[in-house]
């Protein structure tokens, strides 16, 4: 239970401190569409390097 509520304070205080122009939900679901886009460019280069290999 202490580790979901310190989980939610910290992402209740991320949101609120990020930076840009919109709400804290527009600013939260710009940054999960980066890190989204980033983790789809990181999973395409392996793909590449994987099919590379064979």
Known sequence: MKTIASFLI???FSLASCRGSGGP???A???VDHAIHKTGEGIEHVGR???SKF
């Open 10 to 12: 910290v992402a209740v």
């Open 49 to 51: 390097k994987i099919e």
């Open 29 to 31: 679901g710009r940054g």
């Open 25 to 27: 939900m527009t600013r």
